[in-house]
């Protein structure tokens, strides 16, 4: 996949995040990962308490993912995000757009993988097991808010999203086998890797 990802290029103090420790396994111990729990919630207060106190060169988000169009076992890479679960149409609003805000629907933040497939992710606090839309090809529920706030915050930002599942019927089953081979690709990816500027 060309070059070795060479994190001193954007930074000297990288904070890898992750939703669940057994989507880290242990494999960027080195780097104290930072483990926020499930959901938009839970990823939103445990960064936003992380950089209160502490300001990283780059926020890369690592985590497993459905996808109705990507392969189980493919490494996608994301640079745009939807909030799946916003839909406040009912009062004008586009679908997927936060009512009163500065934005659109679309969220575009992050870095790129050159030899990685790119994603748009769905962010949204389900587990998505009836994936439709063509909106979004990449489903998770921590990814949105990540890069929402690394964008606020002006810090770089990559989202390399493992895909464990279908996000159809067999999502659930699927993700439980899936999920622990993330960390192990994951690791092996970043000594491989390109990252080039969105």
Same mark, same amino acid.
């Given at each position: 996949m060309g070059n070795s990802l060479d994190l001193s290029v954007y930074l000297n103090d990288p904070l890898f995040v992750f939703a669940l420790a057994s989507e880290e396994a242990e494999q960027f111990i080195q780097y104290n990962p930072l483990i926020v729990g499930v959901g938009k919630v839970n990823a939103a207060i445990g960064l936003s308490k992380y950089l209160? %106190?502490?300001r990283p060169g780059i926020i890369i988000n690592l985590g497993s993912a459905g996808s109705s169009r990507f392969a189980r076992g493919e490494v996608v890479c994301c640079n745009? /995000?939807?909030?799946?679960?916003?839909?406040?149409? *009912?009062? +004008? /609003? %586009?679908?997927? &757009?936060? $009512?009163f805000s500065d934005h659109g629907p679309l969220l575009e933040y992050g870095l790129s993988i050159e030899a990685l497939p790119q994603g748009i992710c769905g962010t949204g606090d389900s587990f998505e097991m %009836?994936?439709?839309? &063509?909106?979004?090809?990449v489903v998770d529920m921590e990814a949105y808010p990540l890069a929402y706030i690394a964008k606020q915050e002006n810090i $770089? /930002?990559?989202c390399l999203k493992y895909i464990t599942d279908g996000a159809d019927e067999?999502? +659930?089953a699927d993700w439980t086998e899936e999920v622990h081979k993330a960390a192990m690709v994951f690791r092996k990816l970043f *000594?491989?890797?390109t990252v080039t500027p969105q």
């Open positions: 209160h %106190q502490h745009r /995000f939807i909030q799946r679960d916003m839909d406040v149409r *009912g009062l +004008g /609003f %586009q679908l997927y &757009e936060t $009512p %009836q994936h439709l839309t &063509e909106d979004y090809d $770089p /930002f990559l067999t999502a +659930g *000594g491989v890797a």
